[in-house]
């Protein structure tokens, strides 16, 4: 009933609509498969500052909407009919939080699709940015294990093990004598 009055509605009553059931309630209709078209009908169907404001909803929190299948629905109309400034805001957000993205497959999905909306943004920034973040996130990812490593190997030495030297559990071994 909602799409079909955003649909068919006059401007004052697709106002009325998105901001009295769109924009309050959409946490709950953006992660709902009827709710999510909703939403999208009435980013399709609204005004520049409702646009805007649905925009703004999305890029709240875009990492946990990219993991939503439903809302990914949305990036697809905010990536087609969306202003120049409203993509502009997704490619950034998306390429800031690369390295979170592209550890689910629809994240992943935004990230590539970021690049093909280069035609709104600095294709050498964007590139920058993304490996950036990506490099970031795989540090934070290689620390993690390392440390890891680390206690794990400390606990696994015997006591006293300290006093007679390092632990050969990371160690490089010496090279082969020929």
């Known amino acids: 009933m909602c799409r079909s009055a955003l649909q068919a509605g006059t401007p004052q009553q697709r106002e009325h609509i998105v901001d009295s059931v769109v924009l309050p309630h959409f946490d709950e209709l953006i992660r709902d498969m009827s709710g999510s078209h909703v939403v999208q009908t009435a980013f399709r169907f609204s005004g520049p500052a409702h646009q805007d404001a649905i925009v703004t909803n999305i890029l709240s929190d875009v990492v946990e909407f990219s993991r939503n299948?439903?809302?990914n629905y949305l990036y697809k109309d905010m990536r087609s009919i969306g202003t120049a400034?409203?993509?502009e805001a997704l490619i950034t957000a998306t390429l800031q939080n690369a390295?979170?993205?592209?550890?689910?497959?629809?994240?992943?999905?935004?990230?590539?699709?970021?690049?093909?909306?280069m035609d709104y943004w600095n294709p050498r920034r964007a590139h920058q940015n993304v490996i950036g973040n990506l490099i970031h996130g795989w540090m934070g990812a290689v620390e993690g294990v390392f440390d890891i490593l680390v206690k794990a190997s400390d606990e696994s030495r015997p006591p006293g093990a300290a006093e007679r030297g390092?632990?050969?559990?990371?160690?490089?071994?010496?090279?082969?004598?020929?």
């Not at 390295?99 to 093909?116: I, K, N, P």
């Not at 559990?169 to 004598?177: G, Q």
């Open 69 to 71: 299948p439903y809302a």
């Open 99 to 117: 390295d979170r993205l592209m550890q689910h497959e629809s994240g992943q999905f935004q990230v590539r699709t970021a690049f093909t909306m």
């Open 85 to 87: 400034m409203q993509k």
């Open 166 to 178: 390092p632990s050969t559990f990371l160690a490089v071994p010496p090279p082969a004598e020929t």
